[in-house]
């Protein structure tokens, strides 16, 4: 038998997604035999994600502060907003420094099957915010409907654009698109299911 501390450290590692009960035990003799300074370290960078980061107020990204470091650039498209499910995709799409817009997090996708509807996540939220925008006669958006190519994250798409057909806003005001599928770059066609294959020929382009 383990002494209880160690043993209540396994239990709460083992807690975390992808950590299995022999991957906890490594960890926490890891921890055991190393210095105190990781300890203190560690422990300090956990409190600081409940007590230093927040929501961002305009988009919901992650920040330390009340806007994140991409609503408060004036550099950036505020004309351009991407809808992305999880605070991770946003940084997955500035990896690829091709993005020039802001950023709106649902943080999450409908599921009716995990009992996650339209209140649970950030739309309305969404839907105020272009609502404000809008108010302004001489602007104009973009929506960039990024939400993952699975079930739930074109549910979640769909959902958004009826949303706003509802408001009847003219395509002059507001464009919505959604971010492109198909073939990966290396991927081969006879191994590509039949969606894929299909949404590849619906979003092909002059070449």
């Known amino acids: 038998m383990l002494p209880k501390s160690i043993q209540k450290a396994i239990d709460e590692l083992s807690r975390l997604p992808g950590i299995g009960s022999k991957t906890a035990q490594r960890l926490a003799m890891f921890l055991l035999r190393d210095n105190k300074k990781l300890h203190r370290d560690l422990g300090e960078a956990l409190i600081g994600l409940t007590e230093g980061v927040h929501y961002c107020s305009a988009c919901f990204n992650l920040s330390d502060g009340e806007l994140c470091g991409i609503c408060a650039d004036p550099l950036r498209d505020h004309s351009l907003i991407c809808v992305v499910s999880e605070a991770l995709d946003v940084v997955s799409i500035e990896n690829t420094h091709q993005f020039k817009g802001t950023y709106h997090v649902l943080h999450g996708a409908l599921s009716p099957?995990?009992?996650?509807?339209?209140?649970?996540?950030?739309?309305?939220?969404?839907?105020?915010?272009?609502?404000?925008?809008?108010?302004?006669?001489?602007?104009?958006?973009?929506?960039?409907?990024?939400?993952?190519?699975?079930?739930?994250?074109?549910?979640?798409?769909?959902?958004?654009?009826r949303q706003f057909m509802n408001f009847n806003f003219p395509e002059s005001k507001l464009k919505i698109t959604r971010i492109a599928r198909g073939i990966p770059i290396g991927g081969e066609l006879e191994y590509a299911d039949y969606v894929t294959l299909t949404k590849a020929m619906e979003g092909r382009q002059i070449y």
Do not use: F, H, W
Not at 126 to 138: A, G, H, T, V, Y
């Open 113 to 161: 099957m995990d009992g996650i509807g339209p209140n649970d996540l950030k739309i309305n939220e969404l839907i105020d915010r272009i609502k404000q925008k809008l108010s302004d006669d001489s602007a104009s958006l973009e929506l960039v409907l990024a939400t993952n190519p699975s079930v739930e994250g074109e549910a979640t798409a769909l959902y958004i654009q």
